[in-house]
């Protein structure tokens, strides 16, 4: 039972031969600008990498530049087939390779689908990194002098600035971490002592926040330290100051801006998906168009094109049997059993796999 | 006795006409380049129209604008002559507006070296004005709640923080000026009343400053207020403390960056005049070229085009007897009447005698 039969007179054929051929550059450049898409994902990843904590979401953009490399490779082996496809002479010498072919692409494909999936299904996995990458940056502002953590307070400081946010869920975070060093503690001094004092760990805690979490749309000059005491700041009231500070958290705000570069990717590598398989399916007509036409003299006729020979589920055993087989085999040489393993194997194995 | 002739066959003439075609279509290009950087660099000072006082830097990003768009309609006019240049039937409908084309493309190459001058020229202009801005920029941070300055705290405080500048010549500017508003001060309080006594204007002057000034590389958190006082801070000495504040002024920086900018595009500019000196010298020979074969008698055999018919200051000469004859009959002529014999006359006495300035 065939999927898909649409008849195909000589000129039909040339047209989508025509078409294909153009549809399969387009889709080459789309398979470039894929590559592109991912490079700048990547780049945007890595530049905040010291706030995350590990690299699981660079699989997204990893698969796209693979799929965009591939993609090239596909469409633009399509375009020579097409090239060749109005002449029978030259037609035949792709035969062999264009089942493999279909394989592949359909495979690079399917990836590029799973791609746009996964951008939307690792958000989760986005926000736990930076959870715990932002906590240890929080935690390690103050040590400017530990080799390894010396830049953290500047990259800290930088993304507050540019993103427009303050501590890691809000500023809050910044009364829970001592992110004064010591070296620039008096502790001679009264003060200092009893803060000290005030905790477990003896940590010099303050209802302060570093200077960049200050808005510089507050109308009035930014209030730093000792936020939570309204007696110490003259007409100021700790429960209603909102431009002061940034309100909003560091987490929130990255997690939004690349969910929404996501977004923006994914709507594109939807659209070359769409191209592509578009391409592959044109690509398909045209081969079992072609193939009819072999061994008549008259190259003219109208044939039949389809897309499977048989149907969906029949042809994707086609494609499995031999992997299977090939799997099979290789226990088969384990067990210790030569010979011919086809055929007790075959009857035995199917029907409880299948 | 002309200038700089070269021999051309009709073989040299067809190549120099197809060699200046393409040469005119990048020059078409060239100028929509010079037209972006305009746009560009317009842009980019608009950006910071709060902090400048005058616009009298606008004029190199408006020369640019215009010599762009008027060097994208010359060099298609340029092509088009090149089409029709081959073409003995077509080509003398050109010769009126060839001459118009020679003075607008030369007019272009002096407004082009103008503005590389002019970019240099301004910048102590730049400077002034930046300095002015600024100094209001300050002035106003405070004035938060007045309509028309209200922004001027937040566009100061991005830019400080931007640029990574502080103040106009540095961060002791911000001594000077009250930056905090009076609604947010105390004035009960002992200190704010000190402050506001110890000088003549009643202002509160502290030796603190906003925190957009607070440089991130800094490994201290930021230190604002009290900075000449040595002994507000713990481990901190006021004259060998650098990495605090940012130490560089803001006028300093805006004008590194603008001339920077300025300077960038000098290259671009410098190739278009080139590009555009080459289709104007390669036009004016393959129309002398053309003209000299079109009235031999084989059109196609070798003929000799030059740049000028006579020598520099023969043409000089003949270009100030033409304008002045031109001023002539534009004057009210009260002998009109008597026809064109006798201004045929008088121009001719005007050839024989030397120019005089007078008329």
Request: a neutral charge; glycine letters at 6%; proline letters at 4%.
């Amino acid at each position: 039972m065939v999927v898909m039969k649409m008849k195909f007179p000589f000129e039909k054929r040339v047209k989508l031969a025509q078409g294909l051929w153009l549809l399969s550059w387009c889709a080459t450049v789309a398979g470039a600008f894929t590559f592109s898409l991912g490079c700048i994902l990547k780049t945007e990843l890595r530049r905040r990498a010291e706030v995350m904590d590990n690299s699981d979401v660079h699989v997204v953009p990893n698969t796209l530049m693979i799929v965009g490399l591939a993609s090239l490779g596909i469409n633009y082996f399509a375009s020579k087939v097409c090239q060749d496809a109005l002449d029978a002479g030259r037609f035949p010498r792709w035969k062999k390779m264009l089942k493999p072919y279909f394989a592949v692409s359909c495979f690079f494909t399917v990836l590029m689908l799973l791609a746009v999936i996964m951008s939307y299904a690792m958000k989760g996995s986005l926000e736990s990194s930076l959870k715990v990458g932002l906590r240890n940056g929080i935690r390690f502002y103050k040590d400017t002098d530990t080799p390894g953590r010396c830049f953290q307070k500047q990259n800290i400081d930088r993304l507050q600035m540019e993103f427009q946010c303050c501590g890691n869920t809000d500023f809050k975070d910044w009364f829970e971490f001592q992110w004064i060093s010591n070296r620039y503690l008096d502790f001679s001094s009264k003060e200092v002592k009893d803060r000290i004092k005030s905790n477990v760990d003896g940590r010099y805690l303050v209802d302060g926040v570093p200077f960049s979490c200050c808005n510089p749309s507050s109308p009035r000059p930014c209030i730093q330290s000792q936020l939570t005491n309204d007696s110490a700041h003259y007409n100021y009231e700790y429960q209603t100051e909102e431009l002061n500070i940034y309100l909003r958290g560091c987490r929130e705000a990255l997690v939004n801006y690349y969910m929404g570069l996501m977004n923006t990717i994914g709507a594109g590598v939807l659209s070359v998906f769409l191209l592509q398989a578009s391409v592959l399916v044109s690509l398909r007509f045209l081969q079992t168009a072609m193939e009819a036409v072999e061994g008549n003299e008259n190259t003219e006729i109208e044939t039949e094109g389809y897309l499977l020979e048989k149907s969906v589920k029949e042809t994707v055993m086609e494609y499995i049997n031999p992997v299977m087989k090939f799997l099979m085999l290789k226990n088969q040489v384990e067990e210790g059993t030569p010979g011919n393993p086809e055929i007790p194997t075959d009857v035995n194995v199917k029907p409880g796999l299948f | 006795m002309a200038l700089l002739k070269i021999k051309f066959t009709q073989q040299r003439r067809v190549h120099l006409a197809q060699g200046l075609w393409l040469l005119s279509w990048m020059a078409v290009m060239w100028g929509g380049v010079i037209f972006c950087l305009g746009v560009y660099l317009k842009t980019e000072l608009l950006r910071r129209a709060e902090v400048m006082d005058n616009t009298e830097i606008h004029v190199v990003p408006n020369i640019l604008m215009m010599v762009g768009l008027a060097s994208i309609g010359t060099n298609w006019v340029a092509s088009r002559v090149c089409q029709d240049s081959l073409d003995p039937t077509r080509f003398p409908r050109w010769k009126v507006p060839l001459l118009a084309w020679f003075a607008v493309a030369t007019v272009l190459c002096c407004l082009l070296i103008a503005v590389v001058a002019l970019s240099y020229a301004l910048q102590g202009s730049l400077e002034e004005s930046l300095k002015v801005g600024l100094r209001n920029g300050i002035r106003f941070y405070k004035d938060t709640d007045v309509p028309g300055r209200c922004f001027q705290k937040e566009t100061i405080d991005r830019l400080q923080m931007e640029f990574r500048c502080c103040g106009n010549n540095n961060f002791k500017d911000w001594f000077e000026v009250q930056w905090v508003s009076n609604r947010y001060l105390d004035f009960t309080s002992k200190d704010v009343k000190d402050r506001i006594r110890s000088n003549v204007d009643n202002r509160y002057l502290l030796d603190g400053v906003p925190f957009s000034c607070c440089n991130p590389t800094s490994p201290r958190p930021c230190l604002r207020y009290h900075l000449t006082d040595n002994n507000a801070h713990f481990n901190y000495d006021y004259q060998s403390e650098e990495l605090n504040l940012y130490s560089r002024g803001c006028r300093q920086a805006l004008t590194d960056y603008y001339m920077e900018l300025m300077n960038s595009t000098g290259p671009g500019v410098l190739s278009v005049i080139l590009i555009q000196l080459s289709v104007l010298l390669s036009l004016r020979y393959l129309q002398t070229a053309v003209e000299t074969a079109m009235v031999l008698e084989d059109p196609e055999g070798d003929s000799e085009g030059y740049l000028l018919e006579k020598g520099v200051k023969e043409t000089i000469e003949d270009l100030k007897i033409n304008a002045l004859t031109m001023l002539k009959f534009g004057q009210v002529d009260p002998n009109a009447a008597e026809g064109s014999s006798e201004v045929a006359d008088a121009e001719k006495d005007e050839k024989d005698a030397p120019p005089s300035p007078a008329s």
